[in-house]
Every structure is written in structure tokens, then in C-alpha cells.
């Protein structure tokens, strides 16, 4: 194809792509941008007081709530009353907020084309979640034969497919873009036979112990049943905003701290933005290899969040200096990281570094099952040998649990949603490759085995186990 056909076929898919009218500050504006972005679909964006609408006469039409969609058939698709982002922490209130906006994003999917519903009734997998977990385990499972279903809220990719640079990923010496990476895959996956539908999530599962299969009900109306489910929901990063962050990410920022990559940094100097024990456990270990670590910390002290031993190592480290009251304003670089701007005081320093560790929390996204499988006290799923943890009650079976299976037997977990997972792309694709084999070893002996299922109002089904209490947030198990 010549540059000419190119700029053609775009020019046409641009003049038949759908309007969305719209302001920058819109609540979901950004939200719908980058969704449009990172599933490839064209929208043709106008500001409500752009003069063209005067031209058209169209201006008192554009009234109601924005972003509005408006598809090339004159249907018009209107957002949610109050945009939601996150299930996480929500009341009654909230989560049916939160479901409206879902359904509103399973309606712009389908308008831009994409696979929103299930082609058959029962699936052997379901898998949760399209990030790295979720493409592996969408590319064993579909290629070794099990009828696969992939869910995926936002785009294929997940928080690896934002990553502008990998540059640690086995394989790809020169580093490899977290687009590329993620669109391989999802060609793999897509290629094997697995489905992926995009922009939908469940509403409700129901489990019948008859017939051993879940029952789903999507966001969009549309059902499935499936034999197991692997959920690969990942972790949402509380994202650095200041300037040129987003550009150096992979090219020396890094969102998240492995000890093993202190090692990289020998002799050089480096930064870490946070004052939780995540962060002081980084400056430490770092500190055992950089010639100088710059712990840059929003508050006035570290012994509000961190455990006082590490502040006592800190304080006594002599290769650490910790910036109090102070936040990253810039990250300079041309290729890679070199230098900081870090505000302290109302004044700028510059502030030499070869890497950044963003380490200012996040949360595992398992809001939509949290109150029906077994979560740690941050938010992680609970599964194998640590379902014992504190309280057996939460495994129902006789045999152990496989090691990523849930408290659900036949639901299992993969990547950085589980608790104790590496936060890694390497990780998750080890993850999911072994929650297929877990999967195929759950299908030879099935065993589902739920007690009486109590339906939640909008949420998704909580199930009481037999002899377990009738609430289970009255049993503080989570906490
Ligand atoms: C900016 C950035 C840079 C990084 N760089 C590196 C790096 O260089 N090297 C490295 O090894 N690691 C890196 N990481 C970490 C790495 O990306 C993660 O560890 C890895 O991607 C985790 O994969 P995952 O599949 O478990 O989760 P995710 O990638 O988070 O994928 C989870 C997916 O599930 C979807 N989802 C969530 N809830 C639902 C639901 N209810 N229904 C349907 N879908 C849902 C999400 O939209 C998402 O697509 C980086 C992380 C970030 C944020």
C-alpha cells in the first residue's frame, strides 16, 4: 500500500467515524479519548461552542450531557449521569453509578464496531482481564483446545500495553514498546480461536453446583455459562503527574520496584518518589548498589507511614537523602531519565537520577468480586495454601487448593491482582500460562460446591458457604 492509499483509507474512516461532542473537562472525556486511542477507533471530536454548529444550526441540539456520541445512523449515545471509574470501595449508590457508566462504555464499544458479545452459550474458560495475564492465558488455553472467552473492560494490553518502553522483557535485548507487546499477543490469542470481547464486564455470576457451570450475566445483557474462570483484573497505579514522566516511562521510570533491579543501578544515582515501606524498602536495596539514593517525600516525616525499622536504616544509611515536603515537577532526559526537578520549599532543585521508582500506591481491581472470593487486607485475591491464612473456613473442599486457585474452587487468579505476585510483565505471563494447566487439571475432576447463593442488588453474587456466618463482612475475615 502507497503513503497515498494510506492517507486515503484514513481520510474515509475519519469521515465516517462517529461525532462525539464534547469539552476537555467533560467527566469521562479523557476517560472515552484514550479508549477510542488505545483500541485503534477513530471519533471526530467537537467542543460544543466550536462556530461549525452554528453553521449546521445544530448548537441548541448539543444541550444535555457531554461527551455525547452521535453515530453516523443518527443514534445518539449519551454518558452516564455521573461518570465512575473505579467499583473499588463503593456504597449502593456508587456501584449503581459505576454500573451505569460500564454499560455506557459496552454501548460506545459496540457502536465503534467491537466484539461485545459471546458467539457461544458455554465456554470451558473464562478469562478476566486482557493485560499480560490475561493475553497468556488466552493464548495457552485457545491454542490447547479449551473454548475461551476473554473479557476485557478497557483495551488488550493492560498496564503493560501503556508502557511507551519494556525494556527488561526476556527476549527483546533493545527493549520492546508495550503496544507491540500487547498487540502480538492478542493476534496470538485471536489466532488460536479465543474470543475477546472489549469494553464489557460482568454484572452477575450465578453458580449452579447441578450442572457445575457459572452462569454470566454481562454489563450489555448478554449470558454465557462458563466451567472455570481465571481472573486477571491487574493493579491500577496511582499514576506520577508532572511533566515529561509519561514519555520516559520504561526509559528510566518505573512504576514499581523489584529487588532484583537494584543491581542495574550500580554506582549510579537514583530516585524514588514515595514514603510508604514500599518506598523505604526501595531506598534500601538500592542503597546497597547506587552510589545515591534520593528518597523524594510529599510529607513532613516517614514515621507515619513507614514501619520505624526502615526509617531507623534510612536515617542511619549513609548513601540515602530523604527530600521532605517535596513532589517531582519534572523528569528531563532526551532518551532516558538523566535529572529531576524536585520542588521543596517553593524552590526548584535539580536532582541528578538514571532511574525513577514511582512508588505512591494503587489498588488490585478485584472491587467486583470482593465480598464472594477471599481477599487480602490490601485488596490482593487469596489463593492455593494461603486460603488458610488466619481462617480455613474460606476453603470449601476437601482436596487443597491448586496454587492460584480463589476460594472459589474452579476460579483461579493470575497476575498482579493476586496477592504475593511479582509485579512484572514476565510475572503475569508466568501466571497465566500456569493458571491453564491448573485450569485443565480443575476440568478433569470438576467440583464445584457452593452453598445456598444470596443475589446482591446490583453487585455481583455472594455466596454462603455451609456453616459459614450470614454476613461475612460481621466476620472480619477480610480485614
Ligand atoms: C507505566 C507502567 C510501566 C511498566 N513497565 C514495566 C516494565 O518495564 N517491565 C515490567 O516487567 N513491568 C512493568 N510494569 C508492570 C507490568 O505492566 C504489570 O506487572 C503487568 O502488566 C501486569 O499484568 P496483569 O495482566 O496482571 O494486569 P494488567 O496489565 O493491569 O491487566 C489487567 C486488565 O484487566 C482489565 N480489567 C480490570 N478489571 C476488569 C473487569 N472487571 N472486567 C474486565 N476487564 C477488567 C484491565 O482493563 C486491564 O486491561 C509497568 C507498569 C506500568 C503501570
Not at 342 to 366: H, K, N
Amino acid at each position: 500500500m502507497t503513503m497515498n492509499d494510506l492517507t486515503e483509507t484514513y481520510e474515509k474512516a475519519y469521515e465516517e467515524a462517529p461525532w462525539i461532542i464534547s469539552q476537555p473537562t467533560s467527566p469521562g472525556a479523557q476517560e472515552l479519548r484514550q479508549f477510542l486511542r488505545r483500541n485503534g477507533l477513530l471519533g471526530r471530536w467537537l467542543d460544543p461552542n466550536d462556530p461549525l454548529l452554528d453553521l449546521f444550526g445544530a448548537r441548541g441540539s448539543f444541550e444535555g450531557r457531554l461527551p455525547l456520541v452521535i453515530l453516523p445512523d443518527g443514534r445518539r449515545i449519551e454518558p452516564p449521569i455521573e461518570y465512575r471509574e473505579s467499583r473499588n470501595d463503593v456504597d449502593e449508590e456508587g456501584l449503581a453509578r459505576y454500573i451505569e457508566t460500564a454499560r455506557w462504555r459496552a454501548d460506545v464499544a459496540a457502536a465503534f464496531g467491537l466484539a461485545t458479545r459471546p458467539r457461544h452459550e458455554t465456554y470451558d474458560v473464562l478469562i478476566v482481564g486482557a493485560g499480560a495475564a490475561g493475553l497468556t492465558a488466552a493464548v495457552y488455553a485457545a491454542s490447547e483446545g479449551l473454548r475461551t472467552l476473554v473479557l476485557e473492560r478497557t483495551a488488550p494490553g493492560g498496564q503493560a500495553g501503556t508502557a511507551t518502553h519494556i525494556e527488561n522483557y526476556p527476549g527483546f535485548p533493545q527493549g520492546i514498546s508495550g503496544a507491540q507487546l500487547a498487540q502480538a499477543a492478542y493476534a496470538q490469542a485471536v489466532g488460536f480461536g479465543a474470543e475477546i470481547l472489549v469494553g464489557v464486564e460482568t454484572l452477575h455470576v450465578t453458580l449452579d453446583p447441578g450442572t457445575r457451570l457459572a452462569y454470566n450475566e454481562l454489563i450489555n445483557g448478554a449470558t454465557f455459562n462458563t466451567r472455570t474462570a481465571i481472573i486477571a483484573t491487574g493493579f491500577a497505579y496511582r499514576r506520577l503527574e508532572a511533566d515529561g514522566v509519561d514519555r520516559l516511562v520504561g526509559s528510566g521510570v518505573y512504576y514499581g520496584m523489584a529487588p532484583a533491579d537494584a543491581a542495574r543501578f550500580r554506582g549510579q544515582d537514583v530516585a524514588i518518589v514515595g514514603s510508604a515501606n514500599s518506598a523505604g524498602q526501595a531506598a534500601l536495596y538500592l542503597a546497597e548498589h547506587a552510589r545515591r539514593v534520593t528518597l523524594i517525600c510529599r510529607g513532613p516525616s516517614l514515621e507515619r507511614r513507614m514501619a520505624s525499622y526502615l526509617v531507623e536504616r534510612i536515617r542511619t544509611s549513609a548513601r540515602i537523602d530523604v527530600l521532605f515536603e517535596s513532589t517531582v515537577s519534572r523528569a528531563e532526559g532526551e532518551d532516558r531519565l538523566e535529572s529531576l526537578v524536585v520542588a521543596s520549599d517553593g524552590e526548584q532543585r535539580r536532582v541528578r537520577a538514571a532511574a525513577l521508582f514511582v512508588l505512591i500506591g494503587g489498588v488490585p481491581r478485584t472491587g467486583a468480586v470482593a465480598g464472594w472470593l477471599r481477599l487480602d487486607g490490601h485488596g490482593f485475591l487469596m489463593t492455593g495454601r494461603d486460603l488458610f491464612d488466619g481462617d480455613g473456613r474460606w476453603w470449601p473442599l476437601e482436596r487443597d487448593p491448586y496454587v492460584l486457585e480463589t476460594s472459589q474452587p474452579g476460579v483461579f487468579a493470575a497476575g498482579d491482582a493476586r496477592h504475593g505476585s511479582i509485579k512484572r510483565v514476565a510475572s503475569a505471563v508466568g501466571d497465566g500460562a500456569m493458571a491453564v494447566q491448573l485450569v485443565h487439571e480443575y476440568l478433569q475432576n470438576p467440583d464445584i460446591t457452593v452453598g445456598e447463593s444470596v443475589q446482591e442488588g446490583l453487585g455481583v453474587l455472594r455466596l454462603k458457604r455451609p456453616g459459614e456466618g450470614v454476613d461475612r463482612d460481621d466476620s472480619g475475615i477480610q480485614s
